[in-house]
C-alpha cells in the first residue's frame, strides 16, 4: 500500500444537523471528521461513498474557514454598515487567520457589500445632520476606525458648511439657555461646549457672535422654527 492509499478516506455519513441551518456533518471511515456549511457540500460533492485524499479533506476545511468567516462578515454589515479596519478587526477577534481575513474581506470588496468611501460619506453625514457634530470630531471618529487618511480628506472636503453650521447654531442654543451667568461667561461656557463637539473655532465665533446679541426670546423663537420644520 503506498502513502496516497493510506491517507484515502471515504464519506460513510452525511448527517444534517438539527441546529445548525444549512450544515452538515462528514463522518469518514465512520468517524466525525468536520462539519460544512450546505453550499461547500455542493461544492465538492461530498456524497455518501465518495473517497477523498488528505489534500482534497484539507481544500475542503480551507474552503469552509473562508465561507465561515465571510458569512460571519456578512452578518456584521448587515446589522449595520462597517468600515474594513472595523471587519477585519472582528474577525481577527473571532480568532480566523490572516489569510482567511483577507479572502473574505476581499470578497465583501468585490460584491460591494463593503465602500470606506461611502461608509465614511454616509457616517458624515449622519453626524452633522442628525447628531450635530463638527469636523473635527468626525475625522477622528473616522481615523479611529481604520479609514484611510486620503478618503477622510476628501469626506471632510464633502461636508456642506451651512449645515455643519446649522447644527452648531441649534445646539449651541439649547446650551446657551441652559448657562446662566454674564454674557462672557455663557460665550465661553457655549463656546468650549461647541469646541468638544468637534467644531472648528471660525464656527464657533460665528455662533457666538451671532447667539450672544440674540435675545432668550429670539432663542425660543428660533427654536420653535426649527422644531416645526
Do not use: C
Not at 462528514?26 to 456549511?37: G, K, P, Q, T
Not at 480551507?62 to 465561515?68: C, G, K, Y
Not at 474581506?105 to 460591494?112: H, Q
Not at 468650549?192 to 455662533?207: D, E, H, S, Y
Amino acid at each position: 500500500m503506498n502513502h496516497e492509499e493510506e491517507q484515502l478516506q471515504v464519506i460513510t455519513k452525511v448527517e444534517k444537523q438539527k441546529q445548525g441551518r444549512h450544515r452538515y456533518n462528514i463522518y469518514l471511515n465512520e468517524d466525525y471528521a468536520f462539519s460544512v456549511h450546505e453550499d461547500i457540500l455542493i461544492k465538492h460533492r461530498l456524497n455518501k461513498g465518495e473517497t477523498l485524499f488528505q489534500q482534497a479533506i484539507e481544500a475542503i476545511i480551507l474552503d469552509e474557514e473562508r465561507n465561515l468567516a465571510y458569512v460571519k462578515a456578512l452578518y456584521m454589515v448587515g446589522r449595520r454598515p462597517h468600515s474594513l479596519s472595523e471587519v477585519k478587526r472582528k474577525l481577527k477577534e473571532k480568532g480566523f487567520e490572516a489569510p482567511i481575513i483577507e479572502w473574505a474581506s476581499e470578497k465583501l470588496i468585490e460584491n460591494k457589500y463593503i465602500n470606506d468611501e461611502e461608509f465614511a460619506k454616509m457616517w458624515s453625514d449622519n453626524r452633522v445632520i442628525s447628531q450635530r457634530k463638527g469636523r473635527n470630531l468626525i475625522r477622528q471618529e473616522l481615523q479611529q476606525k481604520g479609514i484611510h487618511q486620503d478618503v477622510v480628506k476628501s469626506t471632510m472636503e464633502s461636508i456642506n458648511p451651512d449645515d455643519e453650521y446649522a447644527g452648531a447654531l441649534k445646539i449651541a442654543r439649547t446650551k446657551w439657555k441652559q448657562t446662566s451667568g454674564k454674557t462672557i461667561d455663557r460665550k465661553r461656557k457655549t463656546g468650549a461646549f461647541l469646541m468638544r463637539r468637534g467644531f472648528t473655532g471660525a464656527i464657533v465665533t460665528k455662533v457666538l457672535g451671532l447667539i450672544s446679541t440674540e435675545t432668550d426670546d429670539d432663542i425660543l423663537e428660533m427654536d420653535e422654527v426649527f422644531d416645526d420644520n
